[in-house]
């Protein structure tokens, strides 16, 4: 079992940043795949951004590439979302995911097997 913790979030004016972090607790977070979603009001949840076990393999969504960079820490068990440029569309309550399949960067949000409980980001224009 893995429990995964966001924060960092806040509001932003457009064109600004917000780093959100993500702790997992266990001793096994490098085992794990790790993956940013959101999700705003009326909308389904959709992938912003993933990183495999060693950081070496990165996927993002289109509408963030270029803008966004997903790390991670395996010494601290955390992984990172750096959002630059933000845009009001980019209003969303973020989550973290790990998927066991360790070795992927999974852009579906049904391989993903643990969860954490949300972070808002609210983007003003």
């Known amino acids: 079992q893995v429990q995964l913790v966001e924060s960092g979030g806040g509001l932003v004016q457009a064109g600004g940043s917000l780093r959100l972090s993500c702790w997992a607790s266990?001793?096994?977070?490098?085992?794990?795949?790790m993956g940013w979603f959101r999700q705003a009001p009326g909308k389904e949840r959709e992938f912003v951004a993933a990183?495999?076990?060693?950081?070496?393999?990165?996927n993002y969504a289109d509408s963030v590439k270029g803008r966004f960079t997903i790390s991670r820490d395996n010494a601290k068990n955390t992984v990172y979302l750096q959002m630059n440029s933000l845009k009001p569309e980019d209003t969303a309550v973020y989550y973290c995911?790990?998927?066991?399949?360790?070795?992927?960067?999974?852009?579906?949000?049904?391989?993903?097997?643990?969860w954490g409980q949300g972070t808002q980001v609210t983007v003003s224009s």
């Open positions: 995911a790990a998927d066991q399949t360790a070795w992927m960067a999974s852009t579906n949000r049904g391989e993903y097997d643990y």
């Open positions: 990183v495999n076990w060693s950081g070496g393999m990165t």
């Open positions: 266990g001793r096994t977070f490098s085992r794990y795949a």
